[in-house]
Nanobody
Framework: QVQLVESGGGLVQPGGSLRLSCAAS????????MGWYRQAPGKQRELVAT???????NYVDSVKGRFTISRDNAKNTVYLQMDSLKPEDTAVYYC??????????????WGQGTQVTVSS
């Protein structure tokens, strides 16, 4: 079982930047997908970004061009660089690790969540 420890959340002004980090106790290379999700008040949790073991990335349309997900397999850490932040980015952000075999997740782990607040 892998433990995911998040850091980097906080309060920023619109247009500001934050970098979230997700440090894993295990070897993240074995997980096909690492990702970041977020949940805003009154909303269901949504996928923000994913990165595969090979480094391929995907983003929800609302953050394309502003957020960058990356992984450092040697450090077993996943990052989410968030630039040009908007108030609508305010949410609890969760790190996620999945190991998928033939389309089915065999492992699915979550971090504790870190609060990101964008307000003027």
């Amino acid at each position: 079982q892998v433990q995911l420890v998040e850091s980097g959340g906080g309060l920023v002004q619109p247009g500001g930047s934050l970098r979230l980090s997700c440090a894993a106790s295990g070897i993240i290379f074995i997980y096909n997908l690492m990702g970041w999700y977020r949940q805003a008040p009154g909303k269901q949790r949504e996928l923000v970004a994913t990165v595969t073991s090979g480094g391929s990335t995907n983003y929800v349309d609302s953050v394309k061009g502003r957020f960058t997900i990356s992984r450092d397999n040697a450090k077993n850490t996943v990052y989410l660089q968030m630039d040009s932040l908007k108030p609508e980015d305010t949410a609890v952000y969760y790190c996620n690790a999945k190991r998928i075999v033939l389309g089915t997740p065999k492992d699915d782990y979550w971090g504790q969540g870190t609060q990101v607040t964008v307000s003027s």
